[in-house]
């Protein structure tokens, strides 16, 4: 049973556009949510993180939007560049639980056209 | 500062076989974890280190895999006999001690593990 969905496995955007990366979860004990990207046959790398006292953090072209009530969060990149391509994974946790394992969407494949 | 190494970078072997993966974490990560990845699924956990004591195994899948983190430092993840579902990418990650103010976790490239 997934507890976190990335419904859209794939998205294309122009250069200098905004991407917008949805991630859905089902458990209401998750308080810290993270974005990773991934480029082929690479670990993935931490992008940015958000807790659950927060709506929003930014990181210059990365914000990570949190909606609580919905159990849903967002990565915006703007302007999207054509680096930015890679597969972009969400992932939460429930920092209490001293386990701390990471649960993962299944990725979105991100391509961003020159 | 060197991050998560894991050996091999694939391997590739006959249903039966048996594989041993390794992950050297960050020094000083007293927390290691296993996951893995089949195609186009999510990244699934597996199991989760700290130091030498296996802290969570609940995503194990069975009895034929066996992990180890002898010492503390480096871990091993042994299939024996593996099957064709065990195919798939498996990813280590560490992070540091739970006192200090992150929840990152460092990945590893990956062992590409191939079933035929």
């Known amino acids: 049973d997934q507890q976190v969905k990335q419904n859209s496995p794939s998205l294309s955007v122009q250069e200098g556009r905004i991407s917008i990366l949805n991630c859905d979860y089902t458990n209401s004990m998750f308080d810290y949510f993270l974005w990773y990207k991934k480029y082929p046959a690479e670990g993935p790398t931490f992008l940015i993180s958000i807790s659950s006292i927060k709506d929003k953090n930014e990181d210059g072209r990365f914000t990570v939007f949190l909606n609580k009530s919905a159990k849903h969060l967002s990565l915006h990149i703007v302007p999207s560049q054509p680096g930015d391509s890679a597969v972009y994974f969400c992932a939460a946790s429930d920092w209490l639980d001293t386990g701390n394992q990471f649960y993962f969407g299944t990725g979105t494949s991100l391509t961003v056209i020159p | 500062e060197a991050g998560v190494t894991q050996f091999p970078s694939h391997s590739v072997i006959e249903k039966g076989q048996t594989v041993t993966l390794r992950c050297d974490p960050i020094?000083?990560?007293?927390?290691l974890y296993w996951y893995r990845r089949v195609m186009g699924k999510e990244i699934k956990f597996l199991l989760h280190?700290?130091?030498?004591?296996?802290?969570?195994e609940s995503g194990m899948p069975n009895n034929r895999f066996l992990a180890e983190r002898t010492g503390g430092t480096y871990s091993t993840l042994k299939v024996q006999p593996a099957e064709l579902e065990d195919s798939g990418v498996y990813f280590c990650a560490s992070s540091p001690n739970r006192d200090e103010k992150t929840n990152e976790q460092f990945f590893g490239p990956g062992t590409r593990l191939t079933v035929l």
């Open positions: 020094s000083g990560h007293d927390n």
């Open positions: 280190f700290v130091k030498e004591s296996k802290q969570d």
